[in-house]
């Protein structure tokens, strides 16, 4: 059973960076396609980013392209968000998940998710 946890959320100016974290316990992400999403208050949950099982492809959601990198460390069994350029529009709850096959910015293409982690960006 995959267990996943997101560390690294927190309070950030419009501007700044941040690098979200998702590490797994009792499997090898390395075997998975992972995605983030978020969740605003009061929207729907939103795909935002995922790396292919293979770790040779990435895909970004239009709000977030060129602002956003996902990354992964096989070693860590670990990967990462890292978010520069934050707006107080991505302000949400950030998941990370494992898909059942393949990348997909569908909710339901996943099977295991962590606790969530909140990110905040005001001034």
């Known amino acids: 059973q995959v267990q996943l946890v997101e560390p690294g959320g927190g309070l950030v100016q419009p501007g700044g960076s941040l690098r979200l974290s998702c590490a797994a316990s009792?499997?090898?992400?390395?075997?998975?396609?992972i995605g983030w999403f978020r969740q605003a208050p009061g929207k729907e949950r939103e795909g935002v980013s995922c790396?292919?099982?293979?770790?040779?492809?990435?895909y970004y959601a239009d709000s977030v392209k060129g602002r956003f990198t996902i990354s992964s460390d096989n070693a860590k069994n670990t990967v990462y968000l890292q978010m520069n350029s934050l707006k107080p529009e991505d302000t949400a709850v950030y998941y990370c998940?494992?898909?059942?096959?393949?990348?997909?910015?569908?909710?339901?293409?996943?099977?295991?998710w962590g606790q969530g982690t909140q990110v905040t960006v005001s001034s």
């Open positions: 998940a494992t898909a059942i096959t393949l990348c997909s910015f569908d909710g339901y293409e996943y099977n295991h």
């Open positions: 009792g499997s090898t992400l390395g075997y998975y396609a």
């Open positions: 790396i292919s099982s293979r770790r040779d492809s990435t």
